[in-house]
């Protein structure tokens, strides 16, 4: 129906950006990128390692 059915924001304010996007043979969803600082996905934090001078990359999965 081309109307939105989902949607969700990760970020904070230091750099997070996503990189790629797919789907596997579950229909679950993954995608990758890299952040610096932190990010929220659902109730998971997740922290760069670095010191806020290098990014660390991301893979989130998403079930169906």
Avoid: C, Y
């Avoid at 081309?2 to 790629?20: C, I, K, M």
């Amino acid at each position: 129906t081309g109307q939105l059915l989902w949607a969700s924001h990760f970020v904070d304010p230091e750099r997070q950006a996503g990189v790629t996007v797919a789907a596997d043979d579950t229909d679950a969803v993954l995608f990758a990128g890299r952040l610096r600082g932190t990010m929220h996905a659902g109730a998971d934090v997740l922290t760069a390692a670095g010191n806020g001078s290098t990014d660390d990359i991301f893979l989130i999965k998403m079930a169906p």
